[in-house]
């Protein structure tokens, strides 16, 4: 996450994202994460579900990696993260890009293991949830509507 301090730097992150031209190894949990925050604030169609997942598999096919019920773009965890980057954005109202994204990594969504406190990986990791969205099977996700 290094790089990913100035909204200049989210924000050309974010273009090449877009792109499909982001090298893999910056498309790190930090990294899906600034994409996540510059597309809520900047640019919220981008940020839609399905244009979202479009966005996630181009990138995929990008970096070769597979689009399948085993790898590549999982809906749930898509809808789950920019979930809990909204949040963040609307409790940093106006700050620097990455001062929210430093105070995501610095909570428990930080952790790229967080979502297994909500999820089995059983569940979260079928088929169906890579899909289409799955509701949580071990804890209710705080305050909000997820699909």
Request: charged share 15%; hydrophobic share 50%.
């Amino acid at each position: 996450m290094s790089d990913l301090v100035s909204d200049t730097a989210i924000a050309d992150h974010a273009a090449r994202v877009q792109a499909a031209t982001l090298p893999k190894p910056e498309w790190t949990h930090a990294g899906h994460f600034a994409f996540a925050l510059w597309c809520l604030r900047h640019d919220p169609p981008s940020a839609a579900p399905e244009a979202m997942r479009r966005t996630i598999m181009a990138l995929n096919d990008a970096h070769g990696t597979p689009n399948t019920d085993s790898a590549g773009y999982h809906h749930t965890i898509t809808i789950v993260s920019l979930h809990a980057a909204g949040l963040v954005l609307e409790a940093n109202p106006g700050a620097p890009l990455g001062e929210v994204l430093a105070a995501l990594m610095a909570g428990r969504v930080g952790r790229s293991d967080w979502i297994l406190e909500h999820w089995s990986r059983e569940v979260l990791f079928s088929p169906a949830a890579r899909r289409d969205w799955v509701a949580p099977d071990l804890a209710a996700l705080p305050a909000a509507h997820f699909g």
